[in-house]
Structures are given as structure tokens and as C-alpha cells.
């Protein structure tokens, strides 16, 4: 089975810094996504990559942008960030076609002060 | 209104009660996930479902396509199953494998 690592755990960032988080899958599927999870809201779509330099926008883009370069390697950026951004990031992976169903990540908490 | 859809909320129990969580939906799916998420933030599919019942070892996911309907499951509970469950449906089609998430149901099992 894949396994999907974030980089970080937890991460504290000053408002209008630039925040790259990582998230990497130890194989080469080719879907991988980006939720951020609030309390009340549940999990929310920000981007997702169907493949290398390939991405589209979900639910809740606005300030995000991603970079896939690699396809093991799906990277979300915070332009400026900003309070609202205060959350807990998800990282996922489709494991198709080799098996059918979704891996995730252990999950980044984000602080913006 | 939301197209997943998962009761209760919350929900606390005591040791060894048998506890049920439902999760409706109101779009066509292929497929329904059951996630667990412990805090500190990491999620594990637990189940995927396209018809019928699954079990392994406690915990048994049952699905009604007709209805619309899953239930999890969780048999003799124990203080570790505290967490966070989550339903998520696959839907065909639409964004290439995106899910749609319930807003989870937080569970807390006393000793």
C-alpha cells in the first residue's frame, strides 16, 4: 500500500509569509489531493493533480495554488497567508488502479498569527 | 443542504455499548468510504463500500444503494475507539475521484 507523508505536523506562521506544505507518496499514482478540515465544516476540496504539472481547482482555491513537478511530490502554497487559513491540512492519495480506495496523510495544523 | 449527510454529531458511550453511526446521501456514488480519524489528525479508511456488509474484527459497515443509507458499526466498544468517524462518497464522474464528506460523527467511549 502507498504511504503519504507530510512534512510537518504542526506549523506556526506570521501573517503575509509564504508557507509551502509538502505531501509525498512513496509510489507513483496519479491523483493526489489537498483538503483543509475546520471544525463545522468538515473536509473541504482546495486543489487536486491528476498528473506531473496537471491540477485543478476545488471547492475552496481561493489563496492556494499547488506545484507537481514530481509525481510522488504534490506541494501546497499559502501566497500570503492570512488568519482564516488557521487549519488542519490534508493530504490524499487515490490508489487507483492498483487498488481501489484513498490513503491520507497524517495531516498538517497550520497557525497563522 | 448537504449531500452527505451523517448522524449524531456526537455521540459518548460507555464500555463494551454497541454503537451505531449513520450516514445518508442524496447523490449518486460508486462507492462509500468510512474514515476514522484519531486527534492529532491522521485518517484511516477503515472501510470502502459499494453494496452490502463488511466486517473486520468490532467494527461492521453495512450500505442500502436504494436508500442511500450506510451504517458503521462498532460492537463491545472500547475507550480506543474514541475518534472521529467520518462517511465520504465517491461519486462517478464529475471532479476525476474527488470524495464528498460527512461532517463526521466524534465519539467518545468512557471506561
Known amino acids: 500500500d502507498v504511504k503519504v507523508t507530510q512534512s510537518s505536523r504542526y506549523l506556526v506562521k506570521r501573517t503575509g509569509e509564504k508557507v509551502f506544505l509538502e505531501c509525498v507518496q512513496d509510489m507513483d499514482h496519479e491523483n493526489m489531493f489537498w483538503y483543509r478540515q475546520d471544525p463545522g465544516l468538515g473536509l473541504r476540496l482546495i486543489y487536486f493533480s491528476y498528473d506531473v504539472k496537471m491540477k485543478e481547482k476545488g471547492d475552496i482555491p481561493e489563496g492556494y495554488s499547488v506545484s507537481r513537478e514530481k509525481k510522488e511530490r504534490f506541494s501546497l502554497i499559502l501566497e500570503s497567508a492570512s488568519t482564516n487559513q488557521t487549519s488542519m491540512y490534508l493530504c490524499a492519495v487515490d490508489r487507483a488502479p492498483r487498488s481501489y480506495g484513498y490513503t491520507f496523510g497524517s495531516g498538517t495544523r497550520l497557525t497563522v498569527v | 443542504k448537504n449531500e452527505v449527510e451523517q448522524s449524531p454529531q456526537n455521540l459518548t458511550a460507555q464500555e463494551g455499548e454497541f454503537i451505531t453511526i449513520n450516514c445518508s446521501y442524496s447523490?449518486?456514488?460508486?462507492?462509500l468510504h468510512w474514515l476514522q480519524q484519531h486527534p492529532g489528525g491522521g485518517i484511516v479508511s477503515l472501510f470502502m463500500?459499494?453494496?452490502g456488509k463488511k466486517k473486520h474484527g468490532r467494527l461492521i459497515a453495512t450500505i442500502n444503494i436504494q436508500e442511500k443509507h450506510s451504517s458503521l458499526h462498532i460492537t463491545a466498544s472500547h475507550p480506543r475507539d474514541s475518534a472521529v468517524y467520518i462517511c465520504?462518497?465517491?461519486?462517478?464522474?464529475?471532479?476525476?475521484?474527488?470524495?464528498?464528506f460527512g461532517k463526521g460523527t466524534k465519539l467518545s467511549v468512557k471506561p
Open positions: 447523490v449518486g456514488i460508486s462507492a
Open positions: 463500500l459499494s453494496s
Open positions: 465520504a462518497v465517491i461519486t462517478p464522474g464529475g471532479s476525476q475521484g474527488n470524495l464528498i
